[in-house]
């Protein structure tokens, strides 16, 4: 089956710095990808839908200045969390919508932790 | 806006029980349900979907019926097995079609004891 891949799966780093995180699809080409991100005992919660070759689509109160994403081939986009703060450590799981029932494939997820 | 409600967590059975996950949702218009499962260390895996009321979607042994007129999508299995041990996420889209946005529940992690 299609498969989803994210790196780093884990990252430190401190307040101010940027990470950027990678999600590529492995085996599929994806047009569009989306990124969620989640709390806690919290839901998945949809950040952006990225479009290969345009701009990204944010969801409201996400800020397009502070996650910055970039969908460059039809088999990578990257999320860039810039300045980082304490409140961004979070989950971050991307997502590409794949042929199989119609449905989407979705990376193991990127732990980011901001001292 | 679109939600879905799944039932507090955690949830540890014995291997062979029955197993009822709840599963609640509001939405405008008719969406599509669905059951996810997520293995440790893996991403998501859509385990089972219904796109219309009264559909039932089944895989793996897990069923799960699209009620509409309770507004409820509840997981069921028959009998546990402890390779079933992950967290599960119901939810929606409004639309069919992979492109289109996916609303969550929180999750629930089953722990399944041999």
């Known amino acids: 089956g299609a498969v989803v891949s994210q790196h780093p799966s884990w990252v430190i780093c401190k307040s101010g710095t940027s990470v950027k995180i990678e999600c590529r699809s492995l085996d599929f080409q994806a047009t569009t990808m989306f990124w969620y991100r989640q709390f806690p005992k919290q839901s998945l919660m949809l950040m952006a839908t990225?479009?290969?070759?345009?701009?990204?689509?944010?969801e409201q109160g996400v800020e397009k200045d502070k996650f910055l994403i970039n969908h460059a081939s039809l088999t990578l986009s990257t999320l860039t969390v810039t300045s980082a703060h304490p409140e961004d450590s979070s989950f971050y799981i991307c997502?590409?919508?794949?042929?199989?029932?119609?449905?989407?494939?979705f990376g193991p997820g990127t732990r980011l932790l901001v001292l | 806006g679109n939600s879905v409600t799944q039932m507090e967590g955690p949830v540890t059975l014995s291997e062979e029980a029955f197993l009822t996950i709840n599963c609640t949702y509001t939405?405008?218009?008719?969406?599509?349900l669905f059951w996810y499962v997520q293995y440790p260390g893996e991403g998501l895996q859509l385990l089972l979907k219904?796109?219309?009321?009264?559909d039932k979607g089944s895989n793996k042994g897990f069923e799960a019926t699209y009620r509409k007129e309770t507004t409820s999508f509840h997981l069921e299995k028959g009998s546990v097995q402890v390779s079933d041990s992950a967290v599960y996420f119901c939810?929606?889209?409004?639309?069919?079609?992979?492109?289109?946005?996916?609303?969550f529940g929180k999750g629930i992690t089953l722990s399944v004891r041999p």
């Open positions: 939810a929606l889209s409004a639309v069919t079609g992979a492109n289109s946005k996916l609303t």
């Open positions: 219904a796109t219309k009321a009264d």
């Open positions: 997502s590409a919508p794949g042929t199989y029932q119609e449905t989407q494939y």
């Open positions: 990225s479009n290969e070759g345009s701009k990204a689509t944010y």
């Open positions: 939405a405008t218009g008719y969406p599509s």
